[in-house]
Nanobody, 117 residues
Framework: QVQLVESGGGLVQAGGSLRLSCAAS????????MGWYRQAPGKQRELVAV?????????NYADSVKGRFTISRDDAKSTVYLQMNSLKPEDTAVYYC?????????WGQGTQVTVSS
């Protein structure tokens, strides 16, 4: 069983920064990509950022976070990071890590990010 362990969530003032980490462990044969999603109360889960684990590490961001968030990866550690800068109250949500494997996908437990005004 693959386990995704997230860390870095918490409470921060608007304009501040947080760095989320998601480390994958277990029997992982191949990681195609890892990403971050978020879900605010009463809203659908949305993609925040994703990065491939193939050569080059192609990235994709939601329009709402472009220029503020940066996703990165560490292939050796099977870990993905999300550096969040210039945080806004509307960034408040539960953030979920996702591993996209060759045969199935895995989700983390979610970590709360709260941005106060």
């Amino acid at each position: 069983q693959v386990q995704l362990v997230e860390s870095g969530g918490g409470l921060v003032q608007a304009g501040g920064s947080l760095r989320l980490s998601c480390a994958a462990s277990g029997s992982i044969f191949s990681i195609n990509a890892m990403g971050w999603y978020r879900q605010a109360p009463g809203k659908q889960r949305e993609l925040v950022a994703v990065i491939t684990f193939s050569s080059g590490g192609s990235t994709n961001y939601a329009d709402s976070v472009k220029g503020r968030f940066t996703i990165s990866r560490d292939d050796a550690k099977s870990t993905v990071y999300l550096q969040m800068n210039s945080l806004k109250p509307e960034d408040t949500a539960v953030y979920y890590c996702k591993l996209i494997g060759s045969f199935r996908d895995y989700w983390g437990q979610g970590t709360q990010v709260t941005v106060s005004s």
